[in-house]
């Protein structure tokens, strides 16, 4: 089967550094997405890791190791514009996108 | 790049009657577009593939018949909910797979459906 785990909710300081973890099992692999979704919006694309290591991308960096079934995003210096919902995506057979049910993080002064 | 609209934004209705929503790739052509619904606090569900110039993909659940898909160009494809009822009203996302990239999809800003 596939299935994706994320914590529901986290929480951090303004400036501070949040590593969001994911694990997933699936029966096929093509990659694995991070998505940031803002209360009422549609998701917009972070990041995407198909081999084994860390990808940097400004703030924001997204890590996986498939052996481990395991990905996590680090947001750097946390400003209050990242409050959003992150959602660990990993794209299975046919390029369809399966979803994770989403960490809402909220970033407090 | 990769934007994709969405037409309407929001949409009230009465019980009984047909939504047309729109998803557009505005500035690069998308061979697969995806239809997606969101009810509130929970993961997007994948509701069907679709694909120009053929029929679209249902997953598991959805009924093909009330969910009209159709894909008649590269830059545009319609969902359309017939009979709507109260338990249709959600938010419901189109996204377009870019032919050049890593495969990611670029999403609609969403179309929320209330049925009265």
């Known amino acids: 089967g596939q299935n994706i785990d994320q914590p529901t909710e986290m929480t951090a300081t303004e400036g501070a550094i949040v ?32 081999l084994d290591g860390l990808e940097e991308k400004g703030r924001f960096s997204s890590f996986l190791s498939r052996s481990k079934g395991y990905s996590y995003l680090l947001l750097k210096e946390l400003q209050m514009k990242d409050s959003a919902s992150y959602l660990c995506v990993f794209s299975g057979g046919y390029n369809k996108l399966i979803f994770g049910a989403g960490t809402r993080l909220a970033v407090h002064p | 790049g990769a934007v994709v609209s969405q037409h309407p934004s929001w949409v009230i209705c009465k019980s009984g009657t047909s939504v047309k929503i729109e998803c557009r790739s505005l500035d690069f052509q998308a061979t697969t577009m995806f239809w997606y619904r969101q009810f509130p606090k929970q993961s997007l569900m994948l509701m069907a593939t679709s694909n120009e110039g053929s029929k679209a993909t249902y997953e ?27 338990e249709d009203s959600s938010f419901y996302i189109c996204s377009a797979r870019s032919l050049a990239g890593q495969g990611e999809q670029y999403f609609g800003p969403g179309t929320r459906l209330t049925v009265t």
Request: net charge negative.
């Open chain 1, 19 to 50: 590593q969001i973890n994911c694990t997933y099992q699936t029966s096929g692999f093509n990659g694995l997405f991070w998505y940031q979704q803002h209360a009422g919006e549609a998701p917009t694309f972070l990041s995407y890791n198909v």
């Open chain 2, 60 to 86: 598991q659940g959805v009924e093909k018949d009330k969910f009209l898909i159709n894909h008649a160009s590269l830059t545009l494809s319609t969902l359309t909910v017939t009979s709507a009822h109260p």
